[in-house]
Each structure stands twice: as C-alpha cells, then as structure tokens.
C-alpha cells in the first residue's frame, strides 16, 4: 500500500502553525523569566603575573633615603648599638641609589604564598610543617594568611616544588614599581591607611624607651602593630584592594616582609651587572638574606618598594623565622605547569 505524499500547501500550514506555537510558549517564557537579568561568567584570575623584559629604575631615591634614616633613628632608638646600626643602614642606602636595570623577562605570584598552599606541599612530601608549627597559632589560624615563620631554605623548597624560585631582589623591585618610577606599587601618593603596617610609638614613649635603652644598651628591633589599617597582624592576602602593583601583584606594600634570592652586604648595589643582577652569595640560608616590602610589625616608610629595612643586616638571616617574613615565588617567562595544575585544584 502506498502512502500519499502531503501536498506543498499543507506542508507549509503545519510549518506555520508549528511556528506560531514556538512563538507563544517563547513569549510565556520569556514572560515568565525575570526582566533584564544579566548572566556573568567570570574568569579565574590567573595565579601568576607577566612582567615583560625591559629596563626601570631600580633603588631609592636621595630623599627616600634621608626619610628612611630618620626613622631609623626614632625607631631603633639611641643605645650605642642602635645607633651604630642606623650609621650602616644609612651608608647601605648610599650604595643602593637609583640607576637603571635591565631584566628577562619573567612571572611572578599575584600574591604572598598562603598557608593553605604550603600546608598542600607539605601533604605531597615536598616541604617540611616546620613553618605551620614553629610559631604563635594566630599566624596559621585560616588557610587564606600569609605564610610565616618559614625559612629562607624552606621559602626556597616551596618555590622549587611549585615549579618556581624565589625572586632576585630586582625581579621582585620592578613586579612591585614596573618601569615608570613610581614610589608605591599603586603610584606616587601615600596611601597609610590602604595597605598593612606597624606604627612607631608615641613621643613619650620614645623618650622613655630611649632612656632605658641608653642605661641598659639595649637596641629596640620593630615597630608596634597597628590596627588603624583594618588589620593589627598579617591579612588574608590581597585584602587590600589599592595595594596593586602595575602588573597585577598584591600586597608588594606591607602585610609580610618577603625573602628574594639574595644575599645583604654592606656594598648595596655596588659591582652588581647592570643586567639581571644578582648577589647569590653563599648557598643556603646561613647568611643575611634580603627582605623587601615591610610588614605589618614595619612603620610604613619602610614599605617602600625601593627600600630594606634597617635591621636586614643584623637579624635577617636566611636561617631564622620570623612572624612577620613570608615570600612569594618567581618563576621563567612561561607559567610552570605545576602552579596551573596547583590552582585547577
């Protein structure tokens, strides 16, 4: 038996009808959905940051300088010892004035290492807890602080594990002030209350202090916590939002000092190349090590991205902890695989 074909006319009836129903339950829909709702979808951020190749101005300026000296002087006080540190720290100042630098090009984390991270390297075998135990429990209270209390080597094995290093003091420089100059990581305007630091003390207890530092020569190391800037300790990182440096990095102002590669000496900057330098000095950690980016037990002045803190020289060794130093890692101009598979979990 045979089936009769429809003829074009009916064929296009049912299209027709077919249509206009599609039309109607799309209207009821459409009048059923919420009025001008707007889908989002966003994209991770990126755990890392390109800084091309090219060449800025590394160091301090003259006037940086003579402010970081003076607060040296307050801070520190005026035993025999504290003042014999400020004379080295302003003649370290001298050697680390500004000229121009050439880099590779490379990446850098976005933001400090954070607890959560090294407690997964230290799951995998590939870092030691010593960091996660060895302080105050404030400091490892939630996955999303700093990591602190960790040592220059162990900074380092973290770096090596995720595929990276750590920064040379120039890479870490140029990520936090890029190539325009700029004093802060955001630009030129102070901004005290829009990234973590320390305090000085009030006038009269400097008096106080100095007074008994004189009698008993004892030198006074850090400035007060200061909870006027949201925070008296270390934040979670990238709490503050104007602490953003010109490629994307967090926190390059305060928070926690950060180890680089490496190594302080009383010459500063003096018989380093021009390009990509570096002063490795004695492997491992058994040596004063640099820190740069002040910290929430720093006074702000010595958050400059340009600067080291005073007591880089006396106290900084690679192979102590302390609970305001933490890092973060640098790593060759492609992101590594492990930090990509790192972040996808």
Excluded: K
């Amino acid at each position: 038996m045979s089936i009769a074909r429809p003829g074009a006319r009916f064929v296009a009836r049912a299209v027709a009808l077919a249509a206009a129903g599609c039309a109607v339950a799309g209207a009821a829909a459409a009048a059923r959905a919420p009025a001008g709702r707007v889908v989002r979808v966003e994209r991770p951020v990126a755990t890392t940051v390109a800084v091309p190749a090219g060449t800025f101005e590394m160091g301090v300026s003259d006037d940086d300088a003579a402010t970081a000296y003076a607060v040296c002087g307050y801070l520190h006080g005026e035993s025999e010892d504290a003042l014999a540190l400020c004379a080295v720290y302003r003649d370290m100042l001298l050697h680390m004035l500004a000229r121009d630098v050439t880099l590779d090009a490379f990446r850098i984390d976005r933001l400090e290492v954070t607890v959560g991270e090294y407690r997964a390297c230290v799951a995998a075998s590939g870092c030691a807890i010593d960091p996660l135990i060895a302080g105050d429990e404030r400091h490892v209270a939630s996955d999303d602080l700093p990591l602190v209390n960790v040592t220059w080597d162990e900074a380092e094995a973290f770096c090596a594990w995720r595929g990276g290093r750590l920064p040379t003091e120039a890479e870490w420089e140029r990520a936090a002030r890029g190539d325009d100059g700029r004093r802060w990581p955001w630009g030129n305007t102070d901004r005290h209350d829009d990234f973590n630091h320390g305090q000085l003390p009030p006038d009269v207890m400097v008096e106080l202090r100095d007074a008994d530092d004189r009698a008993r020569g004892r030198l006074y190391l850090h400035a007060d916590p200061d909870d006027s800037d949201g925070h008296a300790y270390a934040a979670p990182v990238g709490s503050y939002l104007w602490d953003e440096g010109p490629y994307g990095t967090h926190d390059q102002a305060g928070n926690v000092a950060e180890w680089v590669v490496d190594e302080v000496v009383l010459e500063g900057y003096d018989d380093l190349p021009s390009v990509n330098p570096v002063r490795r000095g004695s492997y491992g950690g058994a040596v004063a090590r640099v820190v740069r980016g002040g910290s929430w037990r720093d006074p702000p002045t010595f958050a400059l991205p340009s600067l080291r803190v005073a007591v880089n020289l006396l106290v900084l060794r690679g192979d102590q902890r302390h609970p305001h130093i933490g890092f973060r890692c640098a790593y060759d101009a492609v992101e590594p695989a492990a930090a990509t598979a790192a972040a996808a979990n």
